[in-house]
Antibody, heavy 125, light 108 residues
């Protein structure tokens, strides 16, 4: 059974940093791109960014709203994807979901077939 | 960046009725790169449709998707109480994904 479990959320002050983790199990983690999606309270879904599998170079891409502040990385030996969030702002307050790219044979994840339950990040003084 | 606009904002129908949800893109989207998700209250989103019309594993056949270019549709042929949720369309293009703002489906 495919499972994604996020952790690391919490309350953080504006301008500070936080690192989220997503542990994957039940599939060959290294073969899949991993994507982060967030949802502000009462709002819709917002794509944050993804990291390709090493098979496709392992590079990451980001939404304009987080580029330069957020960094996605992965440790395939531990089956973990990370989201390092720096210079956090109140607008970053959201539930952060980790998702798996649905097509392991694709360069980029163009749909998301499994989602974690999310971890809440609150940015407030 | 491609903007997806979903309509209506809220759909209120009786059980057994047909629900038609629209997703319009600001630029043409490849049918390969259009997906639909269902999010029930308090839950993570769930993949319903990918490639504009392919149902994901375990999705009932009352859910169907169609469309091309800039206009895509999700149809629930016979609405059931457990279909109460917010539905999102999502597209991918040039290493960027975007979601529509969602359509809320309610039962009368």
């Amino acid at each position: 059974e495919v499972q994604l479990v996020e952790s690391g959320g919490g309350l953080v002050q504006p301008g500070r940093s936080l690192k989220l983790s997503c542990i994957g199990s039940g599939f060959t983690f290294g073969d899949y791109a991993m994507t982060w999606v967030r949802q502000a309270p009462g709002k819709g879904l917002e794509w944050v960014g993804f990291i390709r599998s090493k098979n496709y170079g392992g590079a990451a891409e980001y939404a304009a709203s987080v580029k330069g502040r957020f960094t996605i990385s992965r440790d395939d030996s531990q089956t973990i994807a990370y989201l390092q969030m720096d210079s956090l702002q109140s607008e970053d307050t959201a539930v952060y979901y980790c998702t798996r790219g649905g097509d392991r044979n694709s360069w980029d994840p163009y749909f998301f077939d499994y989602w974690g339950q999310g971890t809440l990040v609150t940015v407030s003084s | 960046e491609i903007v997806l606009t979903q309509s209506p904002g809220t759909l209120s129908l009786s059980p057994g009725e047909r629900a038609t949800l629209s997703c319009r893109a600001s630029q043409s989207v490849s049918i390969t790169y259009l997906a639909w998700y269902q999010q029930k209250p308090g839950q993570a989103p769930r993949l319903l449709i990918y490639g504009a019309s392919t149902r994901a594993t375990g999705i009932p056949d009352r859910f169907s998707g169609r469309g091309s270019g800039t206009d895509f549709t999700l149809t629930i042929s016979r609405l059931e109480p457990e279909d109460v949720a917010v539905y999102y369309c999502q597209q991918y293009g040039s290493s960027v994904s975007t979601f529509g703002q969602g359509t809320r489906v309610e039962i009368k």
